[in-house]
């Protein structure tokens, strides 16, 4: 897939994850939070829980699961965001937070969603 489509299938699976998040009672705060490391997909409030949500898409099972490429590697990444955000938003680091993550997939015609609440645990 090119940049393109890539980019595009990118857009499309956040815009499709906010939409199931918001039916699961998730109050989303920001989408695509830019910082110099890397970006928050989804960033949301479920009660009194603030919520760092990654969004993975695949096409097809060639590159393996959505859910593969949350790896340690990312989970360390992630945390790392995380506290650059609480940083930039002093007013929520008495939250509890989690980290969920939101899976698409194709099967044949359809795709398929997933919401994993408590994906992973950071070792912060």
């Not at 790896?71 to 650059?84: G, S």
Request: proline letters at 3%; one cysteine or more; aromatic letters at 8%.
């Amino acid at each position: 897939m090119n940049h393109e489509g890539h980019k595009a299938l990118g857009f499309w699976a956040e815009k499709m994850a906010v939409a199931c998040l918001q039916k699961k009672g998730y109050q989303i705060l920001d989408r695509n939070v830019r910082f110099r490391s890397g970006e928050l997909d989804v960033v949301a409030k479920q009660g009194e829980i603030l919520v760092f949500c990654e969004v993975k898409a695949r096409r097809g099972q060639g590159t393996g699961g959505p859910g593969e490429a949350i790896d340690p590697r990312k989970q360390t990444k992630m945390a790392r965001l995380a506290m650059d955000y609480l940083h930039c938003h002093p007013d929520l680091v008495d939250l509890e937070c989690r980290f969920d993550a939101v899976l698409l997939w194709r099967v044949g015609l359809r795709w398929q969603t997933e919401v994993i609440v408590d994906a992973f645990r950071p070792g912060w």
